[in-house]
Antibody, heavy 121, light 109 residues
Framework: QVQLVQSGSELKKPGASVKVSCKAS????????MNWVRQAPGQGLEWMGWINTNTGNPTYAQGFTGRFVFSLDTSVSTAYLQISSLKAEDTAVYYC??????????????WGQGTLVTVSS | EIVMTQSPATLSVSPGERATLSCRAS??????LAWYQQKPGQAPRLLIY???TRATGIPARFSGSGSGTEFTLTISSLQSEDFAVYYC???????????FGGGTKVEIK
């Protein structure tokens, strides 16, 4: 069965960096794009962007350029989100989500369990 | 950027009753509209895509309708497990962009 398993919670100081992993199983990793979605405490869902798992080409949504980097290691079917120069407002749960592709491209049928990143001094 | 507005913010419904949730787009998104359910502490779950197509395993009591700028998610007879937050999402101009609505919380009346 399809699974996306994310790395565990992180507590970081302002200015530090964090790297969140999302390991996929149960399907061909390079056949479906991977997206990242942020959810601040008590808030709604915010799409951060996506990465083409075939080419490794990332696309970032407005507000997620510069400090945010999507990457892949296709040998272990894993997508990564790295955030640098962390700020308190980066405190959130970060989800990876698989794109359905084809006629339903842009919709997300499988999600990771989420990774809580807390930024605090 | 296309802005998605959901109403109401909170909907109080008794078990067994019908719930009707609305989602409005700031410009036409055709039928490129999805709905997700999120329970506390859990990841979102895809319910509906293409405005009206139920995702795999979603019960028939969930239905979606609409096109253009006005969309509705209907839960025909609320079960206890349906009390959650529901988000709409447009993907009309994906790639490269898509946006979520602010969510509607369905709570027990």
């Amino acid at each position: 069965q399809v699974q996306l398993v994310q790395s565990g919670s992180e507590l970081k100081k302002p200015g530090a960096s964090v790297k969140v992993s999302c390991k996929a199983s149960g399907y061909t990793f390079t056949s479906y794009a991977m997206n990242w979605v942020r959810q601040a405490p008590g808030q709604g869902l915010e799409w951060m962007g996506w990465i083409n798992t075939n080419t490794g080409n990332p696309t970032y949504a407005q507000g997620f350029t510069g400090r945010f980097v999507f990457s892949l290691d296709t040998s272990v079917s894993t997508a990564y989100l790295q955030i640098s120069s962390l700020k308190a407002e980066d405190t959130a749960v970060y989800y990876c989500a698989r794109d359905q592709g084809e006629a339903a491209a842009g919709t997300f049928d499988y999600w990771g369990q989420g990774t809580l990143v807390t930024v605090s001094s | 950027e296309i802005v998605m507005t959901q109403s109401p913010a909170t909907l109080s419904v008794s078990p067994g009753e019908r719930a009707t949730l609305s989602c409005r787009a700031s410009q036409s998104v055709s039928s490129n509209l999805a709905w997700y359910q999120q329970k506390p502490g859990q990841a979102p779950r895809l319910l509906i895509y293409g405005a009206s197509t139920r995702a795999t395993g979603i019960p028939a009591r969930f239905s979606g309708s609409g096109s253009g700028t006005e969309f509705t998610l209907t839960i025909s007879s609320l079960q206890s497990e349906d009390f959650a937050v529901y988000y709409c999402q447009q993907y009309n101009n994906w790639p490269p962009s898509l946006t979520f609505g602010g969510g509607t919380k369905v709570e027990i009346k």
